[in-house]
């Protein structure tokens, strides 16, 4: 902002640049420089394992090496004692009976950490490995999930490539059962074909025995009306002649 | 250093400055939040314990009463790791100023008693008159269990302050008394150290029982008033 105060204040100083106010925001922005450095935030560099190492679990190790190379191995005990001495002998620190009290407390401390510590390590670990062991789990369930998937899958493509099998049996079946429904429905239209048939004849026959009868009762009725009384008498005079001929004759003829 | 027995229980100061609120925020120091899903072994152990002390408190607790599970977890987080603090030397424990007992019981216990007179009305004030009490006895009884309401916060923090302060004083005098003997008669020194090793294992004990005594308690009211 104050960029563009000055620039309007160098176009009224100096009236050529009166063009350039309006260029300022913008020179502003594209000249500012933008991802010059080396890029600090990734990646992370690695955490380190395990913390610093300490001796007697108070005092870095760090420490011992720094004056290791005045005063060697036994240095920083001698310091510590001369310190401790000192603060002793000059009652800067006094022996009361916080002391004691305080030297048992540390004292207890250590024995149990000496003792009981391992054994926390080492529940510790189990935790982290317990919720480590579940997150496996559940990516090795998913993982046989799904090689089971594409075993099944591979087992269905193969059963796939049987299915013709299948195929023939089902066509074979369908052609058996279309022979019988066409050898069928013909016996069922002979039959039909035959029962008209048998009907028309049937009705001939019947046709020709009635005209047969009819016709032997006509020819009966008009024989019997046709014979008068009187030829009825000759008739049977005649009949009773002859019978009495074929009587002489029959009786004629056993004698013989 | 010590004029009386009891210059342990005051307020350390540092060129006039109180130091109270920085020593009851130092616990806070030690509770490192987990960051990872696999932390350090501290982290994992802190919180195994928290999972396991919010199992053990809660399950008995209504949907109502598990909203405080937060506020429980952090009190008995709280005064136990003050009262195990206390016991290292020369260090001050918050939890022996009856001020910060009382300022922890009080807005608790009020807060369920409010809690159950809001929403159960009937149910809260039952629970003045126990069942099965005989008639003429019913006034005395009321008055009686209107005291005892009214006495939980004083007993829940002057329970605290006495015990551990007790153990406190107890473990300074047993101290004051070894040192003093070890140039009288070392054997008795011996047996004293002896016992102060044996009181420290209490006191231990009872920094934690304390801290999960009063947390129970304001479980119990809770449960009651939930």
Same mark, same amino acid.
């Given at each position: ?10 176009a ?30 990734a990646?992370?560099p ?23 190379p ?19 002998s ?48 559940? /990516?090795?369930?998913?993982? %046989?999930? *799904?090689? !089971?998937?594409?075993?099944?899958? +591979?087992?269905? @493509? $193969? ?51 009635k ?21 009825? /008498?000759?008739?049977?005079? %005649?009949? *009773?002649? !002859?019978?009495?001929?074929?009587? +002489?004759?029959? @009786? $004629?003829?056993?004698?013989? | ?14 060129l ?9 925020m ?14 350090n ?15 053990q408190?809660?399950?008995s ?26 016991l ?36 809260s ?32 923090a ?29 054997s008795?020194?011996?047996i004293?150290?002896?016992i102060?090793?044996?009181l ?27």
């Amino acid at each position: 902002m104050l960029f563009r105060v000055v620039l309007s204040a160098a176009a009224t100083a100096a009236p050529s640049l009166k063009n350039a106010a309006f260029l300022g925001p913008g020179v502003l922005q594209a000249t500012r420089t933008f991802h010059t450095g080396q890029p600090h935030l990734a990646p992370v560099p690695p955490l380190p394992e395990y913390g610093g190492k300490v001796r007697h679990g108070l005092i870095p190790e760090e420490f011992f090496q720094y004056l290791y190379p005045k005063t060697g191995v036994t240095g920083p005990y001698v310091l510590g004692t001369g310190l401790i001495l000192y603060a002793l002998s000059k009652e800067i620190y006094v022996i009361t009976g916080e002391t004691i009290t305080g030297l048992e407390v540390i004292g207890l401390y250590i024995f149990g950490v000496k003792k009981f510590g391992p054994s926390v390590a080492a529940f510790a670990d189990k935790l982290n490995e317990q919720k480590l062991a579940q997150l496996e789990e559940a /990516k090795q369930a998913s993982i %046989k999930q *799904i090689q !089971d998937a594409v075993d099944t899958e +591979k087992a269905q @493509q $193969a059963l796939v490539q049987k299915r013709h099998y299948l195929f023939d049996v089902q066509r074979n079946n369908i052609a058996l059962a279309l022979e019988v429904a066409y050898r069928e429905r013909l016996h069922k239209v002979y039959k039909e074909v035959k029962n008209r048939l048998d009907y028309h004849i049937s009705v001939q026959n019947m046709m020709r025995r009635k005209e047969q009868e009819h016709m032997i009762n006509w020819v009966e009725k008009h024989v019997v009306q046709s014979l008068s009384a009187q030829q009825e /008498k000759e008739t049977i005079a %005649k009949c *009773i002649a !002859d019978l009495k001929l074929l009587a +002489k004759k029959a @009786q $004629a003829q056993p004698v013989m | 250093m010590n004029q009386n027995l009891f210059t342990s229980f005051n307020i350390p100061v540092i060129l006039g400055i109180p130091l109270a609120v920085l020593i009851i925020m130092f616990p806070t120091m030690l509770i490192i939040p987990p960051k990872n899903l696999i932390n350090n072994r501290l982290s994992s152990i802190q919180q195994w314990l928290v999972k396991l002390t919010l199992k053990q408190m809660m399950t008995s607790h209504t949907p109502k009463g598990r909203t405080w599970s937060l506020m429980l977890l952090s009190l008995i987080t709280f005064i136990a790791l003050n009262n195990i603090l206390g016991l290292t030397p020369y260090a001050f424990t918050p939890t022996t100023q009856l001020s910060m007992n009382l300022g922890m019981a009080i807005p608790l216990w009020a807060a369920t008693v409010l809690m159950g007179l809001r929403f159960k009305t009937k149910s809260s004030l039952a629970h003045f008159l126990p069942q099965g009490t005989p008639i003429p006895l019913i006034p005395m009884l009321i008055i009686i269990e209107t005291i005892s309401l009214v006495i939980q916060p004083v007993a829940l923090a002057v329970r605290l302050t006495a015990n551990i302060t007790a153990g406190h004083l107890l473990m300074h005098l047993l101290g004051d008394t070894a040192l003093t003997l070890m140039s009288i008669y070392l054997s008795s020194s011996t047996i004293t150290i002896i016992i102060i090793i044996l009181l420290i294992t209490l006191e231990l004990g009872v920094a934690l029982i304390q801290a999960y005594v009063f947390t129970l308690l304001v479980g119990l009211y809770l449960h009651d008033n939930s």
